[in-house]
């Protein structure tokens, strides 16, 4: 535990969130590091907040009348005394080591004006988990205008004294947190880390489920920043942080859209407009759709009658079989040159890739039985095997992961014995492999005879911004992956598959998220653009 008596100040700002503030609290009482104080700043909430907050003797609850959230971080500032601060929404919670992790980062590095780390995200709708980690070493603030890598302001510790030179903007109803980021990364130095430190808690009340705000607010707050641009490098990330906003949100409003107009709900001419101005694409889509819809319901019968409305170029545009000229191509969306997400799709819904690598082992489930290794944890051995499996092993390079029942390198893992396992499931690993054709050959001898290898590689795809981007060695290709296994394996015993298209391709390598796809369109196969390629191989 680290060794230091400075006092931690962590703000939590409430208004009509008291069913969730019992977490949050309990999420600072139960941190490693002891040396903190707890304000609660009621923003004039009228449900149960002080009650709960008071039921806490080391709480110090301050009421005030409703200001917004900006204006109650700065009063929990005011009130505080701690040499270091941490804000936490009072729906969010801290990690057990969030305090002792972010106070050792700056008690290294006392010029820096805040520290932050990685965050994960748990959504309520269907009780899942995502983590965040963005990989930023330099360059913060050409970083930060390109997006709000923080995301969230509970995985931050600040300094002090950077509150005697700036503040929350209460003039923002939202984004003040970025706004501030951006700020101070003009003017002071800062850190970020790869370490988990918070969980951002989704639900159907975040103020952030707005997107029409949320996409006004962020692109409002950027250009804040304009003025101070100082060189090339600024104006570029500048632009691209107004691609990028645009992007991420204008999708979002499309399908909320599209969703309240197959429920035959009533629509928020705000998220019209958004849409109408920053995505003219996905508006004449929705206008489209929307008329189309009206057709089906009988209230437009020719086509004629929706011509009227919608030039008929779009038609043509829309088609299936329209290709444009030279010089023709609408790019949309996708003329920029960064991703929409640099997550491979976890934070807008899940992997694409991982729709392919889950449907080639459902296809293969009668192989997953008996004595079967993983590599890295057993998520797959023990989601497919099921009672089928006797025992379930993990392979990990690291010694000290309490998990594992072999510790090594697979392409030279001379200590697990031969012919022990009845399957190996070997999915996504082989691209962080340098000697891949050792780690094939260990996989052949380790296997019972009629064992099987279950294998999935990347091929089209970008290389991981997070800590495994530093071990990215490899793509393949089915021809390649097949040559590969046939060294050890009889090709008459052995499967290959590839899948994707292009416009899988496309989409993964942009950062889209499964849910963005439609199943025609990742089910469609295009040997020519192969984004996993699976194998089976029977030994």
């Avoid at 983590?131 to 330099?138: L, M, R, S």
């Avoid at 996504?428 to 050792?438: H, K, M, P």
Wanted: proline letters at 2%.
């Amino acid at each position: 535990m680290l060794n230091s008596h400075a006092l931690i100040s962590v703000i939590i700002p409430c208004y009509n969130q008291g069913r969730y503030l019992t977490t949050a609290i309990n999420s600072v009482r139960s941190q490693t590091y002891r040396h903190y104080e707890i304000i609660v700043i009621d923003d004039g909430s009228d449900d149960n907040t002080k009650d709960i907050a008071e039921a806490f003797s080391e709480v110090i609850y301050v009421f005030q009348q409703n200001q917004g959230l900006a204006a109650a971080r700065n009063t929990g500032i005011d009130h505080s005394r701690g040499e270091f601060l941490v804000f936490l929404d009072s729906d969010d919670w801290l990690l057990n080591t969030t305090l002792e992790t972010n106070l050792s980062y700056l008690l290294k590095k006392p010029e820096i004006a805040f520290v932050s780390g990685a965050h994960k995200i748990y959504y309520e709708q269907d009780r899942s988990w995502h983590d965040i980690i963005k990989d930023v070493e330099n360059n913060h603030y050409c970083k930060l205008l390109e997006s709000n890598y923080i995301a969230m302001i509970a995985s931050v510790m600040f300094q002090r004294w950077i509150f005697d030179v700036f503040r929350f903007d209460t003039k923002l109803k939202l984004c003040e947190d970025y706004d501030l980021y951006l700020k101070i990364a003009r003017k002071y130095s800062i850190y970020h880390h790869l370490e988990m430190m918070a969980v951002y808690y989704i639900h159907h009340n975040n103020s952030s489920n707005n997107s029409s705000m949320m996409l006004k607010s962020a692109l409002f707050v950027l250009d804040r920043q304009k003025s101070t641009l100082t060189n090339d490098q600024e104006k570029y990330w500048f632009k691209s942080g107004q691609s990028f906003w645009k992007s991420w949100y204008t999708p979002i409003i499309y399908r909320k859209l599209v969703a309240l107009r197959l429920e035959n709900s009533a629509i928020d001419d705000l998220d019209v407009k958004t849409l109408r101005r920053y995505n003219k694409r996905l508006f004449i889509k929705f206008i489209k759709e929307k008329y189309s819809m009206s057709l089906r319901n009988g209230l437009l019968r020719t086509r004629a009658n929706i011509g009227r409305l919608i030039p008929g170029y779009f038609f043509k545009m829309f088609g299936k079989s329209y290709v444009p000229k030279q010089g023709k191509v609408k790019m949309g969306d996708f003329n920029r040159t960064s991703p929409f997400s640099e997550q491979f799709g976890y934070d807008r819904g899940g992997p694409i890739d991982r729709y392919y690598i889950e449907n080639f082992l459902k296809n293969n489930v009668l192989k997953i039985k008996g004595r079967v290794l993983e590599i890295g944890d057993n998520e797959y051995t023990l989601k497919y095997g099921g009672s089928c499996i006797t025992t379930s092993d993990i392979l990990h390079i690291d010694e000290n992961n309490p998990k594992a029942t072999f510790v090594g390198d697979l392409s030279s893992a001379v200590h697990i014995p031969g012919d022990i396992f009845d399957c190996i499931i070997l999915t996504q690993t082989l691209d962080l492999i340098y000697d891949f054709r050792g780690a094939i050959e260990t996989c052949y001898r380790i296997l019972k005879p009629g064992g099987a290898l279950l294998i999935t590689v990347p091929g089209i795809s970008h290389i991981g911004h997070d800590e495994w981007g530093k071990f990215w060695l490899w793509s393949f290709t089915g021809t390649s992956l097949k040559k590969m296994i046939a060294e050890c394996f009889s090709i008459k015993m052995m499967e290959v598959e590839t899948f994707g298209n292009v416009l899988v391709a496309t989409a993964f390598l942009y950062g889209m998220g499964l849910p963005e796809l439609k199943k025609e369109q990742l089910d469609k196969t295009d040997p020519h653009y192969q984004v996993i390629i699976a194998a089976s191989a029977i030994k």
